[in-house]
Antibody
Framework: QVQLVQSGAEVKKPGASVKVSCKAS????????IHWVRQAPGQGLEWMGR????????IYAQKFQGRVTMTRDTSISTADMELSRLRSDDTAVYYC??????????????WGQGTLVTVSS | EIVLTQSPGTLSLSPGERATLSCRAS???????LAWYQQKPGQPPRLLIS???TRATGIPDRFSGSGSGTDFTLTISRLEPEDFAVYYC?????????FGQGTKVEIK
């Protein structure tokens, strides 16, 4: 069965960086984009960007350009998201999600369990 | 950038009642790229509807989606206790995904 398993919770100081990992199993890793979505406490969902596991190509939401880097390692079916220059308002649960994307459809069909990142001095 | 506005913010209903949730886009959205998700506390979102009206695998038929252009609707025909949650619409376009701000369906 398809699973996305994320790394554990992190506590970081303002200005630091954080890397969250997402290990995929149960399907061909290079066949689907991996997207990253975050959710601040009590707030809605915010799309951050995506990585193409096949080519490594990325697209980032404009808000995160210059601060986020999404990578993948096909040998271990893992996608990573690194966010730098952390601020207190980056405190959120970060999700990876598998994206189904064709000319006729787009949606996220499987999600990781989420990783809480807390930014606090 | 297309903005999705969901209404109402909160819907207070009783089990067995019908829920109608709205998602309005600031510009026309392809129905192919409109999806709905359900999220319960402490859980990741769960795909309900893709392509504006296609139920995802395992989703009960009390959930239905409709709409086109700028106006989309998620309907829950008869609320079950497990349906009380937050619902998000999501669209894709120009290589960017966007979510609405969510509608909370709470027990009255």
């Amino acid at each position: 069965q398809v699973q996305l398993v994320q790394s554990g919770a992190e506590v970081k100081k303002p200005g630091a960086s954080v890397k969250v990992s997402c290990k995929a199993s149960g399907y061909t890793f290079t066949g689907y984009y991996i997207h990253w979505v975050r959710q601040a406490p009590g707030q809605g969902l915010e799309w951050m960007g995506r990585v193409n596991p096949d080519s490594g190509g990325t697209i980032y939401a404009q808000k995160f350009q210059g601060r986020v880097t999404m990578t993948r390692d096909t040998s271990i079916s893992t996608a990573d998201m690194e966010l730098s220059r952390l601020r207190s308002d980056d405190t959120a649960v970060y999700y990876c999600a598998r994206g189904v994307s064709t000319w006729s459809e787009f949606y996220f069909d499987y999600w990781g369990q989420g990783t809480l990142v807390t930014v606090s001095s | 950038e297309i903005v999705l506005t969901q209404s109402p913010g909160t819907l207070s209903l009783s089990p067995g009642e019908r829920a109608t949730l709205s998602c309005r886009a600031s510009q026309s959205v392809s129905i192919s790229y409109l999806a709905w998700y359900q999220q319960k506390p402490g859980q990741p979102p769960r795909l309900l509807i893709s392509g504006a009206s296609t139920r995802a695998t395992g989703i009960p038929d009390r959930f239905s989606g409709s709409g086109s252009g700028t106006d989309f609707t998620l309907t829950i025909s008869r609320l079950e206790p497990e349906d009380f949650a937050v619902y998000y619409c999501q669209k894709y376009g120009s290589s960017v995904a966007t979510f609405g701000q969510g509608t909370k369906v709470e027990i009255k």
